[in-house]
């Protein structure tokens, strides 16, 4: 607390003492004890606290779903005010935390940030997180399989308690079926169809995170699958000899592509922009319900269905954490159980709101509260979860990511 009048010794000691009574966990002492205190302290601590949560803003309905459903029942049911931070990437979230932890910068603007993948190693490698805390979440202890791969590990890094599971995502192709009838089920089936339809097919810029994501599935199908990659990347010899193959691939598409592949879209919303325009007949998601979403809104036409293809789609789990120096620690541990609850998951799971699986074990639910998402209309644009689940294959580890993300500037967006 700075202050920059001339008081009285007395004056700023009741000063201190109605800063803490404002902020219970604004010390380090007091930020410890939430993660020993009962549930029924830590949410009366809560209560009162604003909690900033930063996050990718992108897309309208995920902002619409944190800001007219989760806020209003934190606000009425404990009394916690959400105030959701867009971010145009996830990565500046990252770098903005480095900067405040190299200014000692104790009193963050951030409480709750959204993050998986090598953006949850490069702020557990910098210690930008606050310590294990999921322990503490009643949803997570009730309803999540702790020991799942996916929720134990983000991208191969274990997660060690620092954040905790919102919710998953699977790989989708998204295409119109009135232009594709029988969509391609290999990369090799889908080069002969963007080469059979000249302009109707690219993907994001890297590093887009869906665009990483589809040049991934092609290093899976052209270098021979995705075990050999369950290792590090330091420990695979001669790796960029292995990667090429998945160079040739994408340069051999981009004379078929898009304005001839002499640009990329900027981002996944740029994407589906053209999509939903009719400019390019297939688009991508990472969220397997979203096109349903998109079709309950107008957006993209009734005739848009998803597939995987044969050999499977990525599949991982995205995650809530708490940065290090949080300002309303005990505000953040309530909206993150809250928004892991089975009703804050169903809402979630359905279309009309954002359209994204749950991260909650379903064996773990009551009759009532399985019986409530199965009753969820996932909309004709959605494969069935039992079909996503066979198709599901994992993730590459996040020391991979960067080496691709620099080949493919390197190797297809130079060439």
Not at 74 to 96: A, F, G, Y
Not at 150 to 160: C, K, L, M, N, Q
Not at 269 to 287: H, N, P, R, W
Request: aromatic share 10%.
């Amino acid at each position: 607390m700075k202050n920059y009048l001339v008081v009285t010794s007395g004056i700023l000691a009741l000063s201190l003492a109605a800063c803490a009574q404002q902020d219970p966990t604004s010390n380090a002492e007091d930020a410890d004890n939430l993660l020993v205190d009962d549930w029924q302290q830590v949410s009366e601590l809560a209560a009162g606290q604003k909690v900033n949560i930063y996050m990718w803003g992108g897309s309208e309905n995920i902002n619409r779903y944190l800001d007219e459903w989760v806020a209003p029942r934190l606000k009425e049911d404990h009394n916690v005010e959400l105030n959701r931070v867009p971010m145009s990437d996830s990565q500046d979230i990252i770098n903005q935390l480095l900067d405040e932890k190299s200014a000692a910068k104790t009193a963050g603007s951030m409480d709750i940030i959204w993050i998986n993948g090598e953006n949850f190693k490069t702020a557990k490698d910098n210690d930008l997180l606050w310590q294990e805390f999921s322990g503490q979440l009643p949803n997570f202890n009730d309803y999540v399989d702790q020991n799942a791969p996916d929720i134990a590990s983000d991208f191969g890094e274990p997660v060690e308690g620092l954040e905790a599971p919102w919710g998953k995502a699977q790989f989708v192709f998204v295409h119109d079926k009135n232009k594709s009838e029988n969509p391609p089920k290999s990369m090799e089936e889908l080069a002969q169809w963007v080469e059979a339809n000249p302009g109707q097919f690219t993907y994001p810029a890297l590093p887009d995170f869906t665009g990483s994501a589809f040049v991934r599935h092609v290093l899976y199908e052209t270098t021979g699958g995705y075990e050999q990659y369950q290792k590090p990347a330091a420990d695979i010899d001669d790796l960029a000899t292995q990667l090429e193959p998945m160079w040739d691939y994408l340069n051999a598409l981009e004379p078929y592509l898009w304005r001839e592949g002499e640009t990329y879209p900027e981002s996944l919303v740029k994407q589906d922009q053209l999509f939903a325009t009719g400019e390019i007949g297939m688009t991508m998601s990472y969220d397997p319900i979203l096109a349903a979403s998109e079709v309950l809104k107008g957006r993209f036409p009734e005739s848009t269905r998803t597939f995987v293809l044969d050999a499977g789609t990525l599949a991982n789990t995205h995650f809530l954490s708490i940065p290090f120096n949080s300002s309303a620690k005990a505000g953040a541990m309530v909206a993150i159980n809250e928004m892991m609850s089975p009703e804050a998951q169903t809402a979630k799971l359905s279309p009309e709101n954002w359209g994204n699986l749950t991260a909650l074990d379903l064996d773990k639910l009551s009759a009532e509260q399985q019986q409530a998402m199965n009753d969820v209309e996932l909309g004709a644009a959605t494969l069935s979860l039992d079909e996503l689940e066979e198709h599901q294959i994992p993730e590459l580890s996040a020391d991979y990511i960067e080496i691709i993300e620099k080949g493919w500037m390197e190797n297809v967006a130079k060439e």
